[in-house]
């Protein structure tokens, strides 16, 4: 989540994953993937440098938390899998109901 000002100057926060596009014309107008519209004061320049920090302070967090894990949870972290120990079973899958 990023913070940004609304025209009127009051505070939001915005799930940056939901932004589609962003245009100057000339207030920064971001259209989200659901078809909404938010104008907001900062420039492009500044919504983009405010994602990428989030998204850079995201993954030093991810980054942290792989380095307490040995090699196994690592990769399993990396494939997106559950790890188990050298063994035992992976856990079952869910049948469709």
């Given at each position: 989540?990023?913070e940004l000002t609304r025209l009127n100057?009051?505070?939001?926060?915005?799930?940056?994953?939901?932004?589609?596009?962003?245009?100057?014309?000339?207030?920064?107008?971001?259209?989200?993937?659901?078809?909404?519209?938010?104008?907001?004061?900062?420039?492009?320049?500044?919504?983009?440098?405010?994602?990428?920090?989030?998204?850079?302070?995201?993954?030093?967090?991810?980054?942290?938390?792989?380095?307490?894990?040995?090699e196994l949870g690592r990769a399993a972290a990396l494939a997106s899998l559950?790890?188990?120990?050298?063994?035992?079973?992976?856990?079952?899958?869910?049948?469709?109901?």
């Amino acid at each position: 989540m990023i913070e940004l000002t609304r025209l009127n100057g009051r505070a939001m926060m915005l799930n940056s994953d939901l932004i589609k596009t962003a245009e100057a014309s000339p207030d920064t107008m971001l259209t989200l993937i659901n078809g909404e519209k938010v104008i907001v004061r900062e420039e492009i320049a500044e919504v983009v440098e405010r994602i990428l920090a989030y998204r850079a302070r995201l993954l030093a967090v991810i980054a942290r938390r792989l380095e307490h894990m040995g090699e196994l949870g690592r990769a399993a972290a990396l494939a997106s899998l559950p790890a188990t120990a050298p063994g035992q079973a992976p856990p079952a899958a869910n049948p469709a109901k």
